[in-house]
C-alpha cells in the first residue's frame, strides 16, 4: 500500500490552504503531522479521505487518483474533527451501524475495538452522556474497527487520559505493519515517540521531514553492534549525522 501525493494545493477562493505538498507514504509505517491549528493538517488528510477535491496536484493510493470527486478509497478509515455519532442511543450501537454499510465483522470484533480504546465498560451508555474523550475513544474505535489498510487520526489524544493513550498506542504499533497510519497534533511530542516518520506543517506547507528519534535510536544499535565488527575485519563505517 503506497499514498503519493504529488504537487497538491487548495485554495478556498482566494485563500491558498496547501501550497505544493508532496509526500510518499508507506505501509508499515506511522506518520506524525505536527502543526498549529489552521495549518492546514486537517484539509490535507480530508483530501487524503477523497472529502475535497483539489485545487492543484493529486494523490495518488496505489496508482489509483481519487482526486475526482467520484470514487472514495475502500479501505481506509478516518477521524477528522468532530464526531458525528447519533446522540440518544449507546456507543456500541453507534459502531454497530456504522459496521452494517460493510457488513463484514461481529459484535464480539466491536467489543473488540471499544476494549482496545478502554471503553467497553461504557459501551451501553448514551453517546449523548459521554465525556470529550469518551466520544474522542469512540471515535477512533470506528476508526479501528473494521481493520483498515489506511488508519487516519486527527489530533486523537484530546482529552484521553494517559491509560488509555498508552493502551492506543500500543495497539498502533503492533498493527501497522501491513498498514499506513496517520496522525496529526499541534503538540510535537506527543507523537514523536509513537511516529516512525514526522512531517512539520506551517502556513499550508511542508517544512520539516524528518525520521523521528526512535529510528534513530534502532539505527544506533545496530552500528554499535556493526562498527566493532566492522573495524576487526577491515571496514570503515561512519554514523555521520546520525
Not at 495518488?60 to 475502500?74: M, Q, S, T, V
Not at 454497530?96 to 482496545?116: M, P, V
Not at 467497553?120 to 466520544?135: A, C, Q, R
Amino acid at each position: 500500500m503506497k499514498i503519493t501525493i504529488n504537487n497538491l494545493t487548495k485554495k478556498f477562493k482566494d485563500e491558498i490552504v496547501l501550497n505544493n505538498i508532496n509526500m510518499t507514504l508507506e505501509s508499515g509505517n506511522i506518520y506524525g503531522i505536527i502543526g498549529q491549528n489552521g495549518s492546514g493538517k486537517s484539509v490535507l488528510l480530508k483530501i487524503i479521505c477523497a472529502f475535497y477535491i483539489p485545487s492543484q496536484g493529486e494523490v495518488l493510493i496505489d496508482n489509483i487518483n481519487y482526486c475526482n470527486g467520484k470514487n472514495f478509497p475502500k479501505n481506509l478509515r478516518a477521524l477528522i474533527e468532530k464526531n458525528a455519532f447519533l446522540p440518544d442511543i449507546s456507543g456500541f450501537n453507534n459502531l454497530k451501524l456504522l459496521a452494517k454499510i460493510e457488513n463484514k465483522i461481529t459484535d464480539e470484533e466491536i467489543n473488540e475495538s471499544l476494549k482496545i480504546v478502554n471503553l467497553y465498560e461504557e459501551k451501553d451508555k448514551m453517546f449523548s452522556k459521554y465525556s470529550m474523550g469518551m466520544k474522542q475513544k469512540l471515535g477512533i474505535a470506528s476508526a479501528l474497527m473494521e481493520d483498515p489498510e489506511i488508519i487516519i487520526l486527527d489530533e486523537p489524544f484530546n482529552g484521553i487520559d494517559e491509560e488509555s493513550k498508552e493502551k492506543i498506542t500500543n495497539e498502533l504499533i503492533k498493527i501497522k505493519n501491513n498498514k499506513i497510519i496517520i496522525i496529526t497534533s499541534h503538540i510535537k511530542a506527543e507523537i514523536t515517540s509513537l511516529c516512525d516518520h514526522v512531517f512539520e506543517m506551517k502556513n499550508g506547507k511542508i517544512i520539516n521531514n524528518e525520521i523521528t528519534a526512535k529510528i534513530k535510536i534502532n539505527i544506533k544499535i545496530v552500528f554499535k553492534k556493526v562498527i566493532p565488527w566492522s573495524m576487526k575485519n577491515g571496514y570503515s563505517l561512519s554514523l555521520g549525522n546520525i
